[in-house]
């Protein structure tokens, strides 16, 4: 089955500076990979997402990279704001018929102002 | 309104004892799960179902059992609780092809 590595597990930039989370995955039949970011006492929410036709892609201030032959994608995120301190989550999922999402252990990004 | 809504989002009760976790979707999406996030916010899936009918079952003690009247409900019942089913239960729903929609999490004290 898929196994989902997430790099690293805790990771403090300075406001204004910008973040990089990493993951791998191993099954080479997975085509979507989705990023959560979770808030305190909140439930996770999907902030972008790649599909495996695609190496790139951007939202505002949030970009993600996919590199299927090494099997790894990471979450860039610039100009980072203390709104912007959470646990991320990676996620891969071959997206068929009752997809089930295996989710990297997370990554806690703490922003300081 | 709340996409995926979950109740109780706290429930503290003793071992031993039987409870329930409601999930409710109004987003028509066909799939729906149950996740448990332990202390370690790790995050692993106990069931799946679409459109009523149980897809995914993972190595899940059969003291939970999950029920879907519809496919706009999935509930979680857990009999003879135990101390390390502590944790955080999160419903989510999906349109197939895309990402979960997730619930804001029940948070279950088992002492």
């Known amino acids: 089955g898929e196994n989902v590595e997430q790099h690293p597990s805790t990771l403090s930039v300075q406001e204004g500076d910008s973040a990089v989370i990493k993951c791998t995955y191993s099954d080479s039949a997975s085509n979507y990979f989705p990023w959560y970011k979770q808030e305190l006492g909140k439930g996770p929410q999907l902030i972008i997402d790649?599909?495996?036709?695609?190496g790139e892609k951007k939202d505002q201030r949030i970009a993600v990279t996919l590199n299927k032959t090494a099997k790894h994608f990471s979450l860039h995120i610039t100009e980072t704001q203390p709104e912007d301190s959470a646990v991320y989550f990676c996620a891969a999922s071959n997206n068929n018929y009752g997809q089930n999402f295996v989710f990297g252990p997370g990554t806690r990004l703490s922003v300081l102002p | 309104d709340t996409a995926v809504s979950q109740t109780p989002k706290y429930l503290v009760t003793q071992m031993g004892n039987d409870k329930s976790i409601k999930c409710e979707q109004n987003?028509?999406?066909?799939?729906m799960y149950w996740y448990k996030q332990d202390s370690k916010k790790f995050l692993k899936i106990m069931f799946s179902?679409?459109?009523?009918?149980?897809?995914i079952n993972e190595t899940v003690p059969n003291r939970f059992s999950p029920k879907s009247p519809d496919k706009a409900h999935l509930n979680l019942h857990i009999n003879s609780l135990e101390l390390g089913d502590s944790a955080v239960y999160f419903c989510?729903?999906?349109?197939?092809?895309?990402?979960?929609?997730f619930g804001s999490g029940t948070r279950l004290t088992v002492v």
């Open positions: 790649i599909r495996s036709n695609v």
């Open positions: 987003l028509g999406h066909d799939t």
């Open positions: 989510a729903s999906t349109a197939d092809g895309g990402g979960y929609t």
């Open positions: 179902y679409n459109n009523k009918e149980l897809i």
